[in-house]
Structure formats: structure tokens, C-alpha cells
């Protein structure tokens, strides 16, 4: 079955980088674009960006960018986050998702987050 | 970029009780419109796709429909396990791919 695995919860200082990773299985890896979406505590849920891990082409939400860098390493199926300058609005928890295939860009399996808390 | 508005954004029923959340959006979407279903502490979990079709798993009291602008979710005959927050979601002008507030379906 369709797996998404995230890695665990980070404590980072303000100005700090963060890099999440999401491990795939189940299905080809390179066949479905991976989608990031955060969410703070009580809030709701954010898009921050895709990443065709074929190509490794990316596109970041305008208010992400020049934060925000999307890789990945396609021998280990393995899909990357990596938010910089972070600062204490970058708490929350933070999925990796996948793009479906069906036609309407759906989000059809989710990672099941990582916390990434910024305190000083 | 296009603006979702879901309503509403909290709402109290009973098992059994059928339930209709809406989401309009700022701009025709044809029916790129999909519906995530999240309970606390655990991912977001697709429900609906292209405003209609159920994804595979999801119980039958869930439907969609819509088009264009106007959209709804309906649940027939509430469980207990119902009980979450629900969000639609725009992928028809993307990026970004834009979720609406939430609505949070609590017990009465």
C-alpha cells in the first residue's frame, strides 16, 4: 500500500533551517508529484509548494518563496523539505503529500506530519 | 489567486442528523473542488474528488456535487467517527493550491 513516511519533530531557534524528509513506498516514486502543506496549531491548512521528483521541477507558494527548497533523491524514493530564516510563525506541523492521479490534483495519501516547533 | 469561502465554519449536530457544508469560490473552478476530512493529531484524509467522486474507502453517506462556483458536501446519517473538521480545496488555478477555512462538525 501507499506509504508516505515522515520524519520526526524538530526544535529549532529563530533564523535556523529545517529539513523534513518523506520516504515513499508502495507506488513509483517518480510517477506522482509530492506536495508540501503546513499547518499551525488550531489553524488551518497551508500549501507551501510541488515537486516533480522525475524532473525535480518545483513550485513554491509566493509566500514561501526564497524560503523554501523542495529536492529529492530518487535511489531511496526520499522527498525534501528544507525551510530557511525560520522564525516563530514556521511552528506547525508540516505533510508531505502526494498528487493523484485521477485528473483533479487531488491529495489522495498523506506523511503523517512533522512538528517543527521555532522557540528560542 | 482564487479566494474560498466555506461555511460554516463550525456546526453542531446529532448522530443520524444529515449534514450540508458549502464552499464558493472568487472564480469559476469548473469542478477542480476536492474535500479532506481531519480528526486531531492525524493527517488529512481525501474524501471527494473533482467535487463528485468518492474516493475509494470513503463511506457512501459521503457525497459532493457542484460546479463552477457553488459547492457542497453532504453526510447522510451521521456516525460518531464523522465527527472532525472538513476543508475544501481549489486545484483548478494553481499555485497555490488553496484550501478553504475549515469547518469544524462537533456533537450536539
Known amino acids: 500500500q501507499v506509504q508516505l513516511v515522515q520524519s520526526g519533530a524538530e526544535v529549532k531557534k529563530p533564523g535556523a533551517s529545517v529539513k523534513v524528509s518523506c520516504k515513499a513506498s508502495g507506488y513509483i516514486f517518480s510517477s506522482f508529484d509530492i506536495n508540501w502543506v503546513r499547518q499551525a496549531t488550531g489553524q488551518g491548512l497551508e500549501w507551501m509548494g510541488w515537486m516533480n521528483p522525475n524532473s525535480g521541477n518545483t513550485g513554491y507558494a509566493q509566500k514561501f518563496q526564497g524560503r523554501v527548497t523542495m529536492t529529492r533523491n530518487t535511489s531511496i524514493s526520499t522527498a525534501y523539505m528544507e525551510l530557511s530564516s525560520l522564525r516563530s510563525e514556521d511552528t506547525a506541523v508540516y505533510y508531505c503529500t502526494r498528487r493523484g492521479n485521477r485528473g483533479y490534483g487531488e491529495f489522495d495519501n498523506w506523511g503523517q506530519g512533522t512538528l517543527v516547533t521555532v522557540s528560542s | 489567486d482564487i479566494q474560498m469561502t466555506q461555511s460554516p465554519s463550525s456546526l453542531s449536530a446529532s448522530v443520524g442528523d444529515r449534514v450540508t457544508i458549502t464552499c464558493r469560490t472568487s472564480?469559476?473552478?469548473?469542478?477542480?473542488l476536492n474535500w479532506y476530512q481531519e480528526k486531531p493529531g492525524k493527517a488529512p484524509k481525501l474524501l471527494i474528488y473533482g467535487a463528485s467522486n468518492l474516493q475509494s474507502g470513503v463511506p457512501s453517506r459521503f457525497s459532493g456535487s457542484g460546479s463552477g462556483t457553488d459547492f457542497t458536501l453532504t453526510i447522510t446519517s451521521l456516525e460518531p467517527e464523522d465527527f472532525a473538521t472538513y476543508y475544501c480545496?481549489?486545484?483548478?488555478?494553481?499555485?497555490?493550491?488553496?484550501f478553504g477555512q475549515g469547518t469544524k462538525l462537533e456533537i450536539k
Open positions: 472564480q469559476s473552478i469548473n469542478n477542480f
Open positions: 480545496q481549489q486545484t483548478y488555478s494553481t499555485p497555490p493550491n488553496t
